[in-house]
């Protein structure tokens, strides 16, 4: 990839992730400080792509774009890049309350791409129902853990990561298994014909989206 194709990859990026903030956001930082924060993120984009999906939990000594416009050297830097499901985010902000653990800022652009065979980000654009989308959840928490806790944390975000993706995948699978569940109702002779009729509506209600299965 050449300097300018890289430089216009940035540049689309930056215009999506942009989006997931506010203006008050954007005019606290300076344009290098903002430039600099997108490089950043932009970065870890890439690299969690390649790896279809990544947690990183990382120390960082000031707040870099926290709501709450203060230095803080108790700031941990949470970052998720994952294929676009439902519940990342109520997830996340449930991992966090388990571990009572502040958060300060909470930023959560979701991404358009196009990838190469080999999984490089080609080309970034608004994100689309039917094309490939990444979230990218940033967070900024206040917490005094040592690097080894923090590694724990990083470590069960990852797995609760994976149980999303599970959900998601097998979501098809579910429906089709409620399917064969109103078939199999209807052959038990130990309940009454209405019985089974109350438990064969459930199952067909359950399939028009009425149900939900979470990570957590």
Not at 49 to 73: A, E
Not at 109 to 136: A, R
Not at 163 to 185: D, G, K, P
Request: proline content about 2%; glycine content about 4%.
């Amino acid at each position: 990839m050449t300097v300018d194709s890289d430089n216009s990859l940035f540049n689309q990026y930056s215009t999506q992730f942009l989006r997931g903030m506010s203006e008050r956001m954007r005019d606290s930082c300076s344009s290098s400080h903002l430039n600099e924060f997108l490089q950043e993120r932009f970065t870890f984009f890439r690299e969690a792509i390649r790896r279809s999906g990544m947690v990183r939990v990382r120390k960082h000594k000031i707040s870099q774009v926290s709501l709450t416009d203060k230095n803080n050297s108790r700031c941990v830097i949470v970052e998720i890049v994952s294929p676009d499901a439902p519940f990342i985010v109520v997830t996340v902000e449930a991992l966090m309350r388990q571990l009572d653990l502040l958060i300060l800022c909470k930023l959560h652009p979701i991404i358009g791409v196009e990838l190469t065979e080999g999984k490089e980000v080609e080309k970034v654009f608004l994100p689309q129902q039917d094309l490939e989308k990444y979230d990218h959840l940033y967070l900024e928490v206040e917490t005094e853990a040592d690097n080894a806790t923090l590694k724990h944390i990083e470590t069960m975000i990852a797995g609760h990561m994976l149980a999303v993706q599970l959900v998601r995948n097998h979501h098809q699978y579910m429906l089709t298994n409620l399917e064969s569940m109103i078939e199999l109702i209807q052959t038990i002779t130990v309940v009454s014909s209405e019985t089974k009729n109350e438990w064969s509506k459930l199952c067909g209600w359950l399939k028009h989206d009425n149900y939900s299965v979470m990570g957590y």
